[in-house]
T-cell receptor, first 115, second 110 residues
Framework: KAGVTQTPRYLIKTRGQQVTLSCSPISGHRSVSWYQQTPGQGLQFLFEYFSETQRNKGNFPGRFSGRQFSNSRSEMNVSTLELGDSALYLC??????????????FGPGTRLTVL | EDQVTQSPEALRLQEGESSSLNCSYTVSGLRGLFWYRQDPGKGPEFLFTLYSAGEEKEKERLKATLTKKESFLHITAPKPEDSATYLCAVQLLTGNQFYFGTGTSLTVIP
């Protein structure tokens, strides 16, 4: 079974631009969560989608948004990029919504650099 | 406030020198505790899930245990290829997110 895939793997943007990241979950998984990982803060939860609905949101500004499609693929958008948005963005999929017992499996991440 | 703390932040071991990593948590209610391994520039790789105090899981040189306040990841006779950052995460009984610790960076020297 193929794992979680994320595209692109690397991105370089400049301040003020916007960016869209994509995540394809493991086949059959309906829940997708997004995390931001930086050296100082570790993994910070952004949001979770289940059956095209945002189930939960972390403490990030409204510049960070996401959506999920009917095939469970998910996209994350960051508008008006700031230098501090440079990070590894990780997508995790799970079979069920994360309010139930199940395991999150991570993709390889998208390394975003904002200049 | 729900919190997950991992210690030590970094650990250097000689090949074959066994040790333990700690993950302590203060949460309102634990649904599950997860251990992941992360290599530089890659996504976390799932290792174990523990649900109940007293539960243990093993995989090759790794063994994870869980108490009511903390979890340990025991590494027996580590090899250089065990070098990575080990992350623990908790899933709460309420809410829909996982809380991660900041990880322990393990280096195993040949």
């Amino acid at each position: 079974k193929a794992g979680v895939t994320q595209t692109p793997r690397y991105l370089i943007k400049t301040r003020g631009q916007q960016v869209t990241l994509s995540c394809s979950p493991i086949s059959g998984h309906r829940s997708v969560s997004w995390y931001q990982q930086t050296p100082g803060q570790g993994l910070q939860f952004l949001f979770e989608y289940f059956s095209e609905t945002q189930r939960n949101k972390g403490n990030f500004p409204g510049r960070f948004s996401g959506r999920q499609f009917s095939n469970s693929r998910s996209e994350m958008n960051v508008s008006t990029l700031e230098l501090g948005d440079s990070a590894l963005y990780l997508c995790a999929s799970s079979l069920l919504a994360t309010g139930l017992r199940n395991t999150q499996y991570f993709g390889p991440g998208t390394r975003l650099t904002v200049l | 406030e729900d919190q997950v703390t991992q210690s030590p932040e970094a650990l250097r071991l000689q090949e074959g020198e066994s040790s333990s990593l700690n993950c302590s948590y203060t949460v309102s209610g634990l649904r599950g505790l997860f251990w992941y391994r992360q290599d530089p520039g890659k996504g976390p790789e799932f290792l174990f899930t523990l649900y109940s105090a007293g539960e243990e899981k093993e995989k090759e040189r790794l063994k994870a245990t869980l108490t009511k306040k903390e979890s340990f990841l025991h590494i027996t006779a580590p090899k250089p290829e065990d070098s990575a950052t080990y992350l623990c995460a908790v899933q709460l009984l309420t809410g829909n997110q996982f809380y991660f610790g900041t990880g322990t960076s393990l280096t195993v020297i040949p």
